[in-house]
């Protein structure tokens, strides 16, 4: 019976194999009824809704109240002719959508800001417990507010799906049952991709299809999702990267120029490998989610970054920051300040502390920057050894600003940026040999990830190609080999706590 109830060390992760049990057991009594399209439409709500219980216990009534705020109000949008009355009700849901982000999110943010302009000590309580005690009678912790895994996710889902109704991309029309089926589907909800009305409610009313293809390609990205995740990004932290961001002043700068690698290659491999595995167990219930990463650290610039870092996420930000901010369609001095306020979004969206806002902001910067660089330099942006050095630089500078999201505080990223300058070259050998299996598996994943799209085209094909048992073989072979890798102790995925 445990496993029925919420434990919070005990969380449904890709990477456990209580997860993999659940999915088998969703898989085959979807298989019993896939044909059946709104019993198995059911039948995936209640698993995503437990799915989500297992990560966040009694969060669980959130993503409840915010479907049904969302629906809601997405049905009184579409219901009412009068132009004023769409944008009151538009930005009245928007508004309660956002309000639990808010408050679960960035209260601590604001209060420490009031508390050191105003010189005042208000301490934090989670009133949204104390009224479902005083009201319930529930015995909920008022002492912290904890922030639901997720959260961000699903409501960036809630409010697109609002402002595509009110711009009648999609239609209202669509049952409560598939909308709430829609905002909570397990495989992409605590972290992602965000995925658009208009690309998934189409879907539910297709009849099952999992093609040969759309198997094969799933069975892949199970196992290249897991080694993303354990063999590079687990691996890496635990005995790299994470020593030294806890310590930086303790290491050599070369040291903290590896971890900086080492950071830059764990967080893309923690997350893309995450979606990856998302992507595909979507496939197997017969559901296509969009690409969330195209090798972004093959980049040529920062602007190529953010047509290939979280895909889902720049675009959302694309259609519903900087375009409706006017894009750049009023002149270049709108156009750069709305980029710039875009990536505030941006960066505050992943989390509440000005290192975020400062990531955010310096992004914004590079992708003004990266305008006006490319209108000055014209036909040089498309000659080889120029693209190949734009890359190289892309790629540090975003690497320098990886610095900033991982450390603890400013005071450590700064350290860690002191140390770097201080590199002594001397320290190159002892120190390979005392970390070379870390740096063995961050240089194996760069390599990997920056080799030509027709490689990995070629190395997926074999394994598409290739006889069941062969798949089957290679399966057991990564798996018995991330077993002795994984760590003993839970590592969540990075972005859970966005």
Partial sequence: ??????????????????????LLVVLVIFGLIKNKVKLSHVWLLLCSYFFYYKSSGNFVALLLTVTCITYLFAKAISSV?????????????????????????????????????????????????????????TWFSIDKIILPVGISFFTFQSISYLVDVYKERVSSKTSFLDFAFYISFFPQLVAGPIVRADVFLPQLKKPYSLT??????????ILNGLIKKIFVSDYISINFVDRVFSSPDTFTGLENLLATYGYTLQIYCDFSGYTDIAIAISLLFGYHLPKNFNSPYKAINITDFWRRW????????????????????KGKFRQYLNLLITMLVGGFWHGANIKFVFWGAAHGVLLIVDKIWNSIIG????????????????????????IFFRADSFSNASMVLEKIFTLDITTFTPI??????????????????????K????????????????????????????????????????????
Avoid at 380 to 401: E, G, I, P, Q
């Fill in 455 to 498: 490689w990995k085209e070629g190395y997926r094909k074999v394994f598409y190609n290739s006889n069941i048992a062969i798949k089957v073989l290679i399966a057991v072979i990564i798996i018995f080999i991330l077993v002795q890798m994984k760590s003993a102790a839970i590592q969540p995925f990075i972005y859970f706590q966005f």
């Fill in 432 to 453: 390979v040999s005392a970390y070379w299996k870390p740096l063995s598996i961050i240089a194996f994943a760069l390599i990997i990830h920056i080799l030509p799209e």
């Fill in 212 to 221: 040969k293809e759309d198997f094969n390609i799933a069975f892949f990205f």
């Fill in 81 to 137: 002719k009068s132009k004023g009355v769409k944008n009151l009700l538009l930005t009245i849901g928007i508004i309660l959508d956002s309000s639990f982000l808010i408050y679960f999110k960035y209260t601590y943010f604001f209060i420490d800001i009031i508390n050191n302009v105003w010189g005042l000590e208000i301490e934090a309580k989670d009133y949204l417990s104390l009224f479902a005690n005083n009201t319930f009678g």
């Fill in 1 to 22: 019976m445990n496993f029925l109830s919420y434990t919070a060390n005990s969380p449904l992760l890709f990477t456990q194999l209580h997860f993999w049990l659940f």
């Fill in 379 to 402: 036909a040089l942006k498309d000659n080889k050894v120029y693209r190949f050095l734009s890359a190289l630089a892309t790629f540090h500078l975003v690497a320098a600003l990886w």
């Fill in 310 to 329: 979280h895909i889902s996420l720049s675009s959302w930000l694309r259609d519903y920051i900087y375009i409706p901010l006017g894009g750049n369609r």
